[in-house]
């Protein structure tokens, strides 16, 4: 899930300029990194609501399938439209990882040792976060494109979701 972080910023710094570079005005490029913002405080409320109804892996198989068929899609958008609609999905996606990581990594080792544990995820996941980007920026001058980091995303996401199926608690639930 630390691949899906990671992948998660390296889209909230590129996507502005990869819509201008579709030929977007600047004002509707910026509205689709706004709207990813408005929909991950939705995506926050309703996956911390199913959390408590249908559990944190569940949940987190939710976000991730939803966080591929957002990059997925985004390969393929072609206008302004397509963006807002991978903002919508993404943006959902994008909040409902990031509310549903502290209460898995709770499930997973439980809470003696929450405090270090979930410290652990998020230091990962910051330092994914401030290296994806530039590396993404660095195959974006090689390619002249985004197709190539949109596809590598694709394929982090794809390993997040593999690695959370086979998730297991490492303590003795009580």
């Known amino acids: 899930n630390l691949l899906a ?5 390296i889209i909230l710094v590129h996507i502005v300029p990869h819509a201008t ?3 977007i005005e600047t004002v509707k490029a910026a509205g689709v ?3 990813i913002g408005g929909v991950s405080m939705l995506g926050r409320l309703t996956v911390g609501l199913a959390i408590d ?8 198989i939710i976000c991730l399938t939803l966080l591929i068929l957002s990059f997925l899609w985004l390969n393929r958008a072609e206008g302004v439209w397509m963006l807002y609609v991978f903002a919508t999905v993404y943006g959902i996606s994008h909040g409902g990882i990031f509310t549903v ?3 898995l990594v ?7 040792s929450h405090g270090a544990f979930f410290g652990i995820v998020a230091f990962s996941g910051t330092v994914g976060g ?6 993404a920026g660095h195959v974006f001058d090689v390619t002249r494109s985004y197709h190539l980091i949109f596809l590598i995303l694709v394929g982090l996401a794809c390993v997040s979701l593999l690695l959370t199926l086979f998730l297991k608690p490492a303590i003795a639930q009580k």
């Not at 972080?5 to 910023?9: A, E, G, N």
């Not at 401030?130 to 590396?135: E, S, Y």
């Open 101 to 103: 990581i502290s209460p």
């Open 106 to 112: 709770a499930d997973l080792f439980g809470i003696r």
């Open 53 to 60: 109804r249908i559990g944190t892996k569940r949940c987190m």
């Open 33 to 35: 990194l706004s709207t």
């Open 21 to 23: 570079d579709m030929g």
């Open 5 to 9: 972080v990671s992948s998660m910023l």
């Open 130 to 135: 401030a290296i994806g980007p530039v590396l």
